[in-house]
């Protein structure tokens, strides 16, 4: 990249910032309260900048080649906080904050390079799980201290993204003759969002373990819950 170029993308990026800047002044001055449609509007506009400046910042970073991007993307998973573990044959992938919305695509290329990299670090340490018949349990946490009508619906989330970047490591296949996928909401914390992902025999146990940590915002009967959806 010659010089000229990156000034122009650098300066591209400043301009950013300072709207950013401008949008988080306002939300500042918003009360949340009183004005709700306002503040969702300037916080949502505020997230969608950033992350739209984090990729023209890694596209930077990969187009003046001065760091690899293998490199770069196992620092960014730490950075967003991406925790990988395996218990009881049951793999378990922890994403920072909710899941975005389908139509905000930069999010999702926000999210799934470093997902896709933090797994692929994960497994050359670890052995490789390789599921034939699963399912995949979506667990959105939202933080309680929030307001409740934050708690948006399943249809609206990116979660086949999500999925289309993991089931490559671990999924023979993800159509819905091998991969059923199961969405529940909790209040926590903080928000974050869990992926449960293991064989359909394990399921009912499992939700039996957890039904209790699940939120009472969905409901779970005994035997499989109402929004057991076949993908």
């Keep these: 990249m010659d010089s000229k170029e990156l000034l122009l993308r650098v300066n591209s990026i400043e301009e950013g910032l300072d709207k950013l800047k401008n949008l988080v002044y306002a939300m500042k001055m918003t009360d949340l309260h009183k004005y ?20 023209q910042l890694r596209n930077l970073i990969y187009a003046s080649d001065v760091i690899p991007k293998t490199v770069y993307m196992e620092q960014a998973a730490k950075a967003q906080d991406i925790q990988i573990q395996a218990t009881d044959q049951i793999l378990t992938i922890q994403l920072p904050g909710l899941l975005p919305k389908r139509k905000f695509h930069t999010n999702t290329a926000f999210l799934n390079e470093p997902i896709h990299y933090a797994l692929k670090a994960y497994l050359q340490k670890n052995a490789r799980p390789v599921y034939k018949s699963c399912v995949v349990c979506f667990v959105l946490v939202y933080n309680e201290k929030l307001p409740l009508r934050r708690i948006r619906d399943y249809d609206n989330l990116e979660f086949k993204q999500i999925l289309d970047t993991i089931s490559p490591f671990v999924l023979q296949d993800d159509s819905g003759l091998y ?22 025999s394990r399921f009912p146990d499992w939700l039996q373990l957890n039904k209790k940590e699940l939120s009472s915002l969905s409901e779970i009967p005994t035997n499989f819950p109402a929004d057991f959806r076949h993908r």
């Design 179 to 200: 991969c059923d996928s199961f969405h529940t909401t909790m209040l926590g914390d903080s928000d974050y969002t869990l992926m449960h992902i293991m064989d359909k």
């Design 36 to 55: 709700p449609a306002n503040y969702a509007e300037l916080s949502t506009d505020a997230a969608l900048r950033a992350e739209r400046m984090t990729c």
